[in-house]
């Protein structure tokens, strides 16, 4: 079996997520080098995955500028520093690990996308939901032909209050112009679903969406501007930074380490960052102005279309509707459900049994798409094998699009020509 080389940039939470595979899969990759600002991280990792000292590195800039080190760079940084590691590695013949959005403009996804082209390496882009399971076999179902010409899709991106309220009111995608879109850094993934599930490409969108609730008109009389300031209705609110962040859930689990810029922080230590981090603000008092719900209507070749509602006042999790000329698939990702309802014997039957009980949020690996998406990406580097979730950076690019269109809709009040973003 042949041992793939990788060369990690950004040590953080998607970064670290992925290398787990090296764990339960050892002689299929191993880690030549790293960089990591955050001292504990890269520490922590050089020790994990037995990086040598001298390959260890605070900057990508350090790590980019010696010969090729491996045959493939991962690069799981924030979405505002994919660009320039990305075109530094492709430059040096690196295939890519790229963590989605594969960047937070129009223009560099495009640059990215031409410049991989043009040096012949393979990148994939992280929509690591085609990865799972669960869209694997919604896939081969829909191949199958059963559901015959799928015509109409109702897709849901529930968001749910965690997620939202720790990543775009209080967290690092709060603000477009330190991000990116909502409808981008949350829902790429969706919209590539839905172009890879349809298999036809875009025409047009429209979309509408605000920031309507996670607003300071909205706060309790008498809020605190952090829940840290002897706020009255800590014992009430939701969104109590102090309770919020020690509920015993995986994702939360994985939220305390952001907070505390560790992977294995104490309540104590979860405290001291409330006091002075963005993670202890008052959600109606924080400086974000992304969207906090936004539905996305999408027109496809062949007068197909897709409504996409993303939205977090949920339980959390993705279900969808696929009705075909053949019959009706109702999936549900979090409880793991697919009902197929026939129009010809007017029968209903659920035609999917999860193999394993995958935990489907990101502190889980998106429902075993971290995991799969590293599978593939071996076999499709070692054995120039792809599987049928494998996108050719183009393709990702285009479902890029569908989401700058959406901004460009929402905001202009238009239909907006996916040809012309």
């Known amino acids: ?83 320039a590691p990305a075109m530094k590695a492709i430059e040096k013949k690196y295939d890519l690990l790229l963590e989605k959005p594969i960047a937070p403009t129009a223009e560099e996804c495009k640059k990215i996308t031409e410049a991989a082209n043009k040096n012949g390496v393979k990148v994939l882009v992280c929509h690591v939901l085609r990865y799972t399971p669960f869209y694997k076999f919604i896939k081969n179902f829909i191949e199958s032909g059963k559901l015959g010409d799928i015509i109409n899709i109702t897709h849901t991106e529930g968001v749910g209050i965690t997620n939202m309220s720790h990543s775009f009111v209080r967290g690092n995608w709060r603000k477009t112009d ?46 605190t501007k952090r829940c840290l300031d002897g706020c009255p209705h800590k014992d009430t609110c939701l969104y109590y930074a102090p309770d919020f962040y020690k509920v015993n859930t995986a994702e939360i689990h994985h939220f305390r380490a952001i907070v505390a810029n560790k992977f294995e922080p104490t309540d104590e230590e979860i405290d001291e960052a409330l006091i002075t981090s963005p993670y202890g603000r008052c959600v109606y008092y924080c400086d974000n102005d992304v969207v906090d719900h936004q539905m996305v209507n999408i027109q496809f ?88 979730s494998i996108s050719d950076i183009s393709f990702s690019c285009i479902s890029h699009m569908i989401a700058f269109a959406a901004e460009k809709s929402r905001l202009e009040g238009t239909v907006v020509d996916i040809d012309t973003i």
């Open 301 to 388: 070749k062949g007068g197909k279309n897709a409504v996409l509602i993303m939205s977090p006042f949920n339980k959390a999790g993705r279900i969808s509707t696929f009705m075909g000329t053949k019959g009706e698939l109702r999936a549900d990702m979090e409880e793991q459900t697919l009902y197929f309802y026939d129009l010809k014997t007017r029968e209903t039957t659920q035609i999917y049994t999860p193999l394993t009980d995958f935990d489907q949020s990101i502190a889980g690996g998106h429902g075993g798409g971290d995991m799969g998406i590293m599978e593939d990406l071996y076999e499709y580097i070692a054995n120039n094998n792809p599987s049928n």
């Open 178 to 223: 330190e991000s990116a879109p909502m409808i981008l850094a949350k829902c790429c993934h969706d919209t590539d679903l839905l172009q890879w599930l349809l298999g036809e490409e875009c025409e047009s969108v429209q979309s509408f969406g605000t920031l309507t609730y996670y607003r300071s008109e909205n706060a309790p009389e008498g809020a």
């Open 1 to 83: 079996m042949k041992q793939l080389s990788l060369v990690l940039i950004g040590g953080g939470d998607r970064g670290s997520s992925y290398l787990k595979y090296l764990q339960k899969n050892p002689g299929k990759f191993r880690v030549a080098a790293i960089a990591e600002p955050v001292k504990e991280k890269r520490e922590y990792l050089r020790d994990v995955y037995n990086i040598p000292v001298d390959m260890c590195f605070e900057s990508f800039e350090e790590l980019l500028s010696l010969p090729k080190l491996a045959d493939i760079a991962m690069i799981c940084t924030q979405d505002k520093m994919h660009f």
